[in-house]
């Protein structure tokens, strides 16, 4: 239950169909199917949040503060990878002995380990994991525990084989597109660097934005005024990763511990420049805090820890998180838009590209 309590990570999707949260038919229609048929291949289905096996899909147990609240379950049989490897090693053995052979072909050790695959997984119990999702129907967004490219895949799959929408996921490009109208391959790539002239040819947007957000809170005393929600402090923290793919030497530079960004090896990165792409966040407003790992290439947020908040229960903490989860993007997206306004207007990013060179520059002196 991560979006109801401790840490979430999670990413964001776009429905720009949108659907009721109310209608249930097709996640009642696709319920996770009993364990006793598992076979060799894994096997899916839609449950509530409460339980990996709870399928009493109701608008009761699924639709929370009018947020549809529902998880993914996966599940399939694993061998163990050193029960495999020990049960093929004696099937080895045995038949080295019996045959009088000192060692046995790629070929004769694939078709061993075959063999044992076929006949212990159907003893393995079902591993069960589940992907959750929460959907807010007044943004249209579907808020998932997708980290990684194979649970991306899944979810969508899953989740448009069910109700026959479209899911886009938020990325630097949609919500450039979505939120500004802007099609980021019309802006060409720089620099941030005052060493380096050519600039690496890669997805390049979202590591540039994350950059610019270190530059704004160490030069543009990192706050932000939203409207309706007050001033918001930013500041970056370790672990980061910077990442430049061009080029000889080390590509990537992952700085942890103590203060990773007042550190020579950032300042040396940048003048080399590698981008951030990975950063911890924190936001702040009065004396409410939030922390998150944020992945610029995918707008991923991990391990995002949430203000404290009131000592609720039930469907009012749901609620509250929810809301401090969408406060959270909400400071983040408004930061890319203010980014994005600058970085499309060619007279004010070539003044302000002149001001990170500077920056850059400046950032020698620490160490």
């Known amino acids: 239950m991560a979006f109801n309590e401790k840490n979430v ?32 291949d894994p096997v899916y289905g839609w449950v509530t949040s409460r339980f990996l096996l709870d399928t009493n899909i109701t608008e009761e147990n699924v639709v929370i503060s009018g947020y549809l609240y529902l998880t993914l379950m996966k599940a ?59 959907y807010d129907p007044i943004d249209n967004i579907v808020f998932a525990e997708c980290t990684t490219d194979k649970q991306t895949d899944a979810f969508v799959n899953q989740f448009e084989q069910t109700t026959g929408k479209k899911l886009i996921p938020l990325t630097p490009e949609s919500a450039a597109v979505k939120r500004n109208n802007i099609n980021i391959k019309d802006i060409p790539i720089c620099s941030f660097s005052p060493d380096v002239e050519v600039p690496a040819p890669e997805d390049f947007f979202g ?39 061009s080029g000889q030497g080390a590509h990537v530079t992952n700085l942890k511990q103590g203060m990773p960004l007042a550190s020579r090896e950032a300042t040396i990165s940048l003048l080399g420049d590698k981008k951030l792409k990975q950063a911890k966040m924190i936001i702040a407003r009065k004396d409410e805090v939030w922390e998150t790992q944020f992945d610029a290439d995918e707008f991923i947020f991990r391990s995002t820890k949430l203000p404290k908040g009131e000592m609720l229960t039930g469907e009012s903490k749901f609620q509250e998180r929810m809301l401090f989860i969408q406060g959270l993007t909400h400071v983040v997206l408004s930061l890319y838009d203010r980014f994005l306004q600058v970085r499309y207007d060619d007279e004010k990013w070539t003044k302000m590209l002149a001001d990170i060179h500077e920056w850059v520059k400046e950032r020698k002196a620490f160490k």
């Open 9 to 40: 990570s999670f990413k964001m999707f776009y429905i720009p169909e949108g659907m009721d949260p109310r209608e249930l038919k097709c996640f009642q229609d696709n319920v996770a199917p009993p364990l006793t048929i598992l076979g060799e």
């Open 76 to 134: 399939e049989r694993k061998i163990p990878k050193a029960l495999l490897k020990a049960e093929c090693k004696l099937e080895e053995i045995a038949i080295m002995q019996a045959e009088g052979k000192e060692f046995l072909s790629r070929k004769e050790k694939s078709a061993i380990k075959k063999e044992i695959s076929t006949r212990l997984l159907p003893q393995m119990p079902p591993t069960l994991t589940g992907i959750e999702m929460v």
């Open 207 to 245: 590591r540039e934005f994350l950059t610019w957000v270190c530059f704004f809170c160490e030069t543009l005393g990192g706050i932000i005024d939203l409207e309706n929600a007050g001033q918001f402090g930013i500041m970056l923290d370790g672990p980061i990763m910077l990442v430049n793919t």
